[in-house]
């Protein structure tokens, strides 16, 4: 099948690379433990399978940052659209200044396998992650962090244990935008799956 050709114009160089997930990174004070706090951040990515691994990437004014760097320990929780104006908020406000849990509604719950982070209660996914290097690459710091424990809402397991995110309502970040997922286009391999297995798995994911 032929494609049209479309021209193209060349912009400065970006990083702009979209969508990206928006994730809501949650984090406390190793020297005031009862201090937590929660920083929204686009730039955070998966980097490593064996162990899992995932990568954030802080700018070092952030308060986020120090107590990061300082305690070890982050948890990355996923964002659904029911979380996405509290996320925005935790996006624009320091906790330096403010007390965003108390702001936006959302609560803290104990994080798997961590010390002092903790978990967002009501994110669908919740990654305890620790801190195994800092890379400074200029403008912002790469965390890169160990996923130590991960925690799922139990409305996404069906009957056998099976994680269906598909229904998650998760929200994407692309170019300044939050936006919902559209529905599912394919799976893993559909490009070549078998016609009677592309059906069944089709129908049993488009059916609600
Ligand atoms: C959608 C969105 C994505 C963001 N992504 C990042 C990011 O990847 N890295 C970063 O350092 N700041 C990012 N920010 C900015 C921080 O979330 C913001 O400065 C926040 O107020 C810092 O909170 P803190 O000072 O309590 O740590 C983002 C903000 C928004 C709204």
Same mark, same amino acid.
């Given at each position: 099948?032929?494609?049209?050709?479309?021209?193209?114009?060349?912009?400065?160089? =970006? *990083?702009?690379?979209?969508?990206?997930?928006?994730?809501? $990174?949650?984090?406390?004070?190793?020297?005031?433990?009862?201090?937590?706090?929660?920083?929204?951040?686009?730039?955070?990515?998966? $980097?490593?399978?064996?162990?899992?691994? $995932?990568?954030?990437?802080?700018?070092?004014?952030?308060?986020?940052?120090?107590?990061? *760097?300082?305690?070890?320990?982050?948890?990355?929780?996923?964002?659904?659209?029911?979380?996405?104006?509290?996320?925005?908020?935790?996006?624009?406000?320091?906790?330096?200044?403010?007390?965003?849990?108390?702001?936006?509604?959302?609560?803290?719950?104990?994080?798997?396998?961590?010390?002092?982070?903790? *978990?967002?209660?009501? *994110?669908?996914?919740?990654?305890?992650?620790?801190?195994?290097?800092?890379?400074?690459?200029?403008?912002?710091?790469?965390?890169?962090?160990? $996923?130590?424990?991960?925690?799922?809402?139990?409305?996404?397991?069906?009957?056998?244990?099976?994680?269906?995110?598909?229904?998650?309502?998760?929200?994407?970040? =692309?170019?300044?935008?939050?936006?919902?997922?559209?529905?599912?286009?394919?799976?893993?391999?559909?490009?070549?799956?078998?016609?009677?297995?592309?059906?069944?798995?089709?129908?049993?994911?488009?059916?609600?």
């Amino acid at each position: 099948m032929k494609h049209a050709q479309p021209n193209y114009t060349v912009l400065s160089p =970006s *990083a702009m690379l979209n969508p990206v997930p928006v994730v809501l $990174v949650s984090c406390a004070d190793p020297k005031n433990p009862e201090k937590k706090n929660m920083i929204t951040l686009a730039w955070a990515g998966t $980097v490593n399978s064996e162990p899992p691994m $995932v990568s954030i990437s802080v700018r070092k004014e952030r308060y986020s940052h120090d107590l990061i *760097a300082e305690s070890g320990e982050f948890v990355v929780n996923l964002v659904d659209e029911g979380m996405c104006r509290a996320v925005d908020y935790c996006g624009v406000r320091s906790g330096k200044d403010a007390d965003k849990a108390a702001e936006t509604g959302l609560t803290y719950m104990p994080a798997e396998t961590m010390k002092i982070a903790p *978990a967002v209660s009501g *994110a669908p996914v919740s990654l305890s992650c620790k801190v195994r290097q800092m890379l400074e690459l200029g403008s912002h710091d790469l965390f890169i962090g160990e $996923v130590t424990g991960v925690m799922v809402r139990d409305d996404l397991l069906d009957g056998n244990g099976t994680l269906h995110l598909e229904k998650a309502k998760l929200v994407a970040y =692309s170019h300044g935008l939050y936006q919902k997922l559209g529905g599912v286009m394919g799976f893993f391999g559909w490009s070549v799956a078998r016609p009677e297995v592309l059906e069944r798995r089709m129908n049993a994911l488009c059916s609600d």
